[in-house]
């Protein structure tokens, strides 16, 4: 007998509920399970460039990116019975959404995102990084978003373009040839003619521009110590595609500080001046590098000689992509790209897996277990702000996980996802997918609770946790 179509929804509906509320068990992946002297299933940029260029040529020859593909959002809307304009919620509501088109892009397609709070005024702008350039877009109190102009990318069009604030200041690199730094002075967006966004110059309206390397795949901030950190450049340039720091304290005229080029590629980073418990290192200024194959810990306190305190990788290592500490700087949250889609070590089940790292001996750190999503999905960029992870794990979204937990069980069994929004519902009914589509990264760091989360081929999404 053939199933009924309401039965089949039913059913459909069903287990989608059981997916996103089971809790798996992650006990086996201990202290000892995760630990190993060496990555053979690491792979480098180049192979992982490859699988992503290869999707986004078939997602264009599909339409993904065609003009008025997805529609425009009105008004904002509630997440009820797990749905909120059409994307699967939980605890967050849709505020506000524009498309890559609505914010001037002629190739439609995002990357990075990154948020800019207006000091004196309190007003809040989300910087959407695209394949063409940078769209400035302001994030009203209630959530709803007005495009305000653009700023074209230095040279030619990128799949990677990466932004951060310090100050007023933006800071542009793209994995674009001959690209350099892009330095904007964000107080230009509070003027701006909304009826007709402009397009800055590339010459007229930059601050500065640093052209010592082309191209560069992430960038690092450390606004205490006006440190903007290149990571990724080309091998054959001095930093080996290591840290590249650039002192930024005056932003109009931003100054070569040295490199960290001992340990091969620097995918992403995070730098800190150091806070934890080991009172060796504290009031150091400390670098957290994700290596491809390892997390590397390096001391840049003295940027002429810095100095590596460790590295150490896992079971699972197959591309150690990016990460965050905790506010109380003993442990770190670590993401690899790779390991759901090549089902190694605990991602076997491609899961999206969270490595929980205890970090309060830097030069000792141990891999203490992972948090594992209830969803199949891969892990893009995660910040750590209030004791929640902000992730956004492509297919899946925008995923809230409560980290509190971790002072008094650091293997993550008790670490709870929150809430969720996911901005690609294409795969929602098979549980999800281990693929480079949907959420590329978010911003949570506004006062006013609005979170922004880019997605590559919709466009940018304003959310707000409810719970």
């Known amino acids: 007998m053939k199933a009924s179509i309401t039965s089949i929804l039913l059913a459909t509906l069903a287990s989608s509920a059981i997916a996103q509320n089971q809790k798996i068990d992650t006990s086996k992946y201990d202290e000892g399970y995760l630990r190993a002297a060496s990555a053979p299933n690491a792979v480098g940029m180049k ?22 593909r997805y529609k425009k959002v009105s008004s904002a809307t509630s997440c009820t019975n797990g ?11 849709l505020l506000g959404f524009l498309r890559h088109q609505d914010m001037g892009s002629r190739t439609r397609e995002g990357n990075d995102i990154w948020g800019w709070t207006h000091a004196s005024s309190g007003r809040e702008f989300a910087l959407q990084g695209q394949t063409d350039g940078t769209a400035f877009v ?15 990318t230095q040279t030619v069009a990128s799949s990677w373009r990466d932004i951060k604030v310090i100050g007023n200041y933006a800071y542009i690199g793209a994995e674009a040839a001959g690209h350099g730094l892009q330095i904007f002075d964000l107080t230009k967006l509070l003027n701006t003619d909304v009826k007709n966004p402009p397009t800055f110059s590339i010459r007229s309206d930059l601050a500065a521009h640093f052209s010592a390397f082309g191209n560069s795949h992430n960038l690092v901030a450390n606004e205490e110590t006006a440190l903007i950190a290149a990571v990724g450049t080309a091998y054959n340039l001095k930093c080996r595609a290591g840290l590249w720091m650039i002192d930024v304290s005056n932003p109009k005229r ?10 091969g590629y620097v995918h992403d980073a995070q730098c800190v001046i150091y806070r934890g418990p080991q009172k060796a290192f504290q009031g150091r200024e400390i670098c957290f590098n994700y290596n491809e194959d390892a997390l590397t810990i390096v001391d840049i306190s003295r940027r002429t000689m810095p100095r590596q305190l460790s590295r150490t990788t896992y079971n699972g290592a197959t591309y150690t992509h990016q990460g965050w500490v905790t506010e109380d700087h003993k442990y770190l949250l670590l993401d690899d790209e790779l390991d759901e889609q090549e089902k190694t070590g605990p991602a076997a089940d491609q ?18 277990g992972v948090y594992k999503s209830p969803v199949r999905s891969i892990d893009h960029n995660q910040y750590i702000i209030g004791g929640v992870s902000y992730q956004a794990n492509y297919g899946s979204g925008l995923r809230m996980v409560n980290v509190t937990s971790l002072a008094q069980d650091d293997t993550g069994a008790q670490m709870k996802e929150i809430g969720f929004f996911d901005v690609h519902p294409e795969d929602d009914e098979v549980g999800g997918e281990a693929e480079f589509y949907g959420a590329w990264s978010v911003y949570p760091y506004f006062q006013s609770g609005n979170i922004v989360v880019s997605s590559i081929e919709r466009g940018i999404f304003s959310l707000r946790y409810t719970g």
């Open 47 to 68: 192979e992982l460039r490859q699988r992503k260029m290869a999707l986004r040529e078939s997602e264009e020859a599909a339409g993904v990116f065609d003009k008025d």
């Open 83 to 93: 749905k909120a304009g059409g994307y699967s919620c939980n605890n967050v509501d």
């Open 138 to 152: 302001e994030v009203h109190p209630d959530g709803s978003l007005t495009y305000v102009g653009r700023l074209p």
């Open 351 to 368: 899961h999206t897996t969270t490595y929980i790292v205890d970090i309060q001996d830097l030069e000792y750190p141990v891999f203490r």
């Open 254 to 263: 931003p100054q070569d500080a040295g490199c960290v080029a001992s340990d």
